[in-house]
């Protein structure tokens, strides 16, 4: 069974980074795509940026393209995800998850996911 486990959250103040990182255990990742998604309060989870299971094709959100990152490391299971130029508004939770398949930014596709690490942009 695939285990996701998300670190790497934490307060940075506008304008600053972090590197999101998504541990995969119990099954190697490199077979499957991986996405993160976040979900702000009271609002929808939406599709951050997604990896193919090779990496060679990447998507992002609109809202973040240019500002994130996403990369993997099949050798070590963990997929990242860079994030600069931090924004108040991309505070939410953040959550990694897998998908033996295409990579994509809706998340009804995705079969296994993390438990979500929370990221919180403000001054």
């Known amino acids: 069974q695939l285990q996701l486990v998300e670190s790497g959250g934490g307060l940075v103040q506008p304008g600053g980074s972090l590197r999101l990182a998504c541990a995969a255990s119990?099954?190697?990742?490199?077979?499957?795509?991986v996405g993160w998604f976040r979900q702000a309060p009271g609002k929808e989870r939406e599709g951050v940026s997604c990896?193919?299971?090779?990496?060679?094709?990447?998507s992002y959100a609109a809202a973040v393209n240019g500002r994130f990152t996403i990369s993997r490391d099949n050798a070590k299971n963990t997929v990242y995800l860079q994030m600069n130029s931090l924004k108040p508004e991309d505070t939410a939770i953040y959550f990694c998850?897998?998908?033996?398949?295409?990579?994509?930014?809706?998340?009804?596709?995705?079969?296994?996911w993390g438990q979500g690490t929370q990221v919180t942009v403000s001054s």
């Open positions: 998850a897998a998908v033996w398949g295409m990579a994509t930014l809706k998340s009804n596709f995705y079969d296994y």
């Open positions: 119990g099954v190697t990742l490199d077979h499957y795509a």
């Open positions: 990896i193919s299971h090779s990496g060679g094709s990447t």
